[in-house]
């Protein structure tokens, strides 16, 4: 079992900041990418950004340029920095996970319970 706990989320103003952060616990044996997912209500989840295997991160073209991903592969963690926010960015921000548990060699998604954004005057 891989289990990922989202957090950062909030109430912040247009322009304003946040920084999410996302730690995947439990017995993991490999982890390949994490990623960040978002979900308006009455919109379909889209993704916001993901790192890569080989350190290259990829972005909506929505965030580019205000959004970074960075990660941590020794703390297994990943995070989102949001500047320049927009009311339309606000959502639950989903943490996602491809990873494969000890003593198993299977890839297998996981994902986090969400962590509110609200962007508002």
């Known amino acids: 079992q891989v289990q990922l706990v989202e957090s950062g989320g909030g109430l912040v103003q247009p322009g304003g900041s946040l920084r999410l952060s996302c730690a995947a616990s439990g017995s993991i044996y490999r982890l390949d990418h994490m990623a960040w997912f978002r979900q308006a209500p009455g919109k379909q989840r889209e993704l916001v950004a993901s790192t890569g295997s080989g350190g290259s991160s990829n972005y909506a073209d929505s965030v580019k340029g205000r959004f970074t991903i960075n990660g941590d592969n020794a703390k297994a963690t990943v995070y989102l920095q949001m500047n320049s926010l927009k009311p339309e960015d606000t959502a639950v921000y989903l943490c996602?996970?491809?990873?494969?548990?000890?003593?198993?060699?299977?890839?297998?998604?996981?994902w986090g319970q969400g962590t509110q954004v609200t962007v508002s005057s």
């Open positions: 996602y996970a491809y990873a494969a548990t000890t003593g198993a060699n299977v890839l297998r998604n996981y």
